[in-house]
């Protein structure tokens, strides 16, 4: 071909894709938000989805759950400390972080803190030079894993544990904690608070109102002052709650809205959590923790005892399916190490989740709507199977309720649908349901309340359609659909 005819091809599909511009609709301001929305930094943290929770501490040598306080610092004594496996383990397993116990409720301190005598500076590890929360920073930033720390406000070791003066220690730690090892995505508070305890020697019961004692707003405050972009755990947040169970589900009714003002750590009414609040001031998302063996320490006794890949992927249909993230506990051993048994059983769980998700049968379809916000192609259906969360099928601004039609072309085999929210502007669906067309009708497949940034539906039997429709029957304002995939993962 002559460099003439060249030029002429090249200028014709140059003025094809001016005209393609020339004729495109100018681009619109999205549509207005609704409702308590996610800050930028728990964003980020929805994204993670999956990290880990190690149980670290006094307790992994003294074989219990909960220490009483009176442990002597040389007990602590790791054998072959190993963080960067932690770290190496979690990576491969799909994770995007680790959270560590810095502190338990026995009040034992993995990093040398100079306000205590009970903490790694007094044992035999490392000849008293050891920290275990340096090393953890150090192996995640290896690793590109996101580093998150427990603190436990109860105290069974100090002596003035239950009076305001223990509130400038708790503090002290804080400040320690947020400012010597670099950024911390996550900083988790315990709702286990008072009760009996060594209390430097007083072997007592001490009884504390867990909802003014520890001062919250200004021990939040602190937190977000040390670092800005760290997100508190507690019951009631402020920044993310607690799902009400150690079970591993939150409720197929969640939302990421809380009544914020209402719960704090120990809040009786905790079953709520599992839900959240429809009708929340401010956005609060549930996070799922559960470990993956009967207890949250190490003990070499339930090396048989860990949980079955389905039973893990049961609980990640029913956390991350379910619009929560999941804090899976894998606890170190006396070694200092996660046990062979743990780390292949989570290898396998990451597995069993690839095969599930194998290929989106809904990629690259088609898909028409019932309406379009401002009918403006870049809020249409097409937006919702592209692939992309940050572009989202919006409808119509005066319409509560909607529906979108996903034609797969030939008819496909499925069983999985996930969906997603457009959540930066609000989380707002309260009921939908899913069909299929199958000889010629509309067959039920599923249906629920809340979507949130991810809902999965497992189906119970596979269908077989070329024809599927998302009914949006109710919502808070219009509806936004971020993503809508579709998959066959293996039958059981």
Known sequence: MSRFVLLIAFCSLFWACEQETENAPPPIDPPV?????????????????????????MNTFTNKEWGYGDESPETFNPTDLDTRQWARIAKEAGMKGIILTAKHHDGFCLWPSAYTEHSVKNSPWKEGKGDVVKELAEACKEY???????????????????????????????????????????????????????????????????????????????????????????????????????????????????RKEEVYPGYPDYKELTTGHYDGTHWVPAEVDVSIRPGWYYHPEQDTMLKSVDQLMDI???????????????????????????????????????????????????????????????????????????????????????????????????????????????????????????????????????????????????AYTHRLILDLVSAKGPPMIANWEVYMAPEE
């Open 144 to 258: 590109g894993l996101k580093m998150g720390l427990y603190l436990s406000p109860w105290d069974r070791n100090h002596a003035q544990y239950g009076e305001p003066e223990y509130l400038e220690y708790f503090h002290n730690q804080i400040r320690e904690l947020l400012t010597n090892y670099g950024e911390v995505f996550e900083f988790w508070f315990d709702g286990a608070n008072g009760g009996d305890g060594y209390y430097g020697g007083a072997n007592e019961t001490r009884k504390v109102d867990r909802k003014a004692y520890y001062k919250w707003p200004e021990t939040f405050a602190l937190v977000h002052e040390l670092q800005p972009n760290a997100l508190i755990f507690s019951d009631g947040g402020p920044d993310i709650r607690w799902v009400g169970n150690e079970k591993g589900f939150a409720n197929k009714e969640n939302w990421s809205l809380l």
């Open 316 to 462: 990640y249909y029913k956390s991350i399916g379910r619009n929560a993230n999941l804090l899976l506990n894998v606890p170190a051993d006396t070694r200092g190490k996660i046990a062979a048994v743990d780390s292949a059983r989570l290898m396998e769980f990451a597995a069993a989740i690839s095969k599930d998700f194998p290929e989106n049968i809904a990629s690259g379809r088609r898909m028409t709507t019932y309406s379009t916000y401002e009918s403006h192609p870049d809020f249409s259906g097409s937006q919702a199977i592209d692939g992309d969360y940050n572009t989202y099928w919006a409808t119509d601004k005066n319409s509560n309720s909607n529906y979108a039609v996903l034609e797969l072309g030939t008819p496909k085999k499925f069983n999985r649908i996930l969906l997603q929210e457009y959540i930066p502007l609000g989380q707002r669906v309260d009921s939908f349901y899913v069909a299929a067309r199958i000889g010629g009708e509309w067959d039920l497949l599923d249906w629920g309340c809340s979507i949130g940034y991810k809902r999965i539906i497992k189906l119970e039997e596979p």
């Open 33 to 57: 938000a609704l409702g308590p929305l996610p800050t930028q930094a728990q964003m980020a943290w929805h994204e993670m989805q999956y990290y880990m929770f190690v149980h670290f501490n």
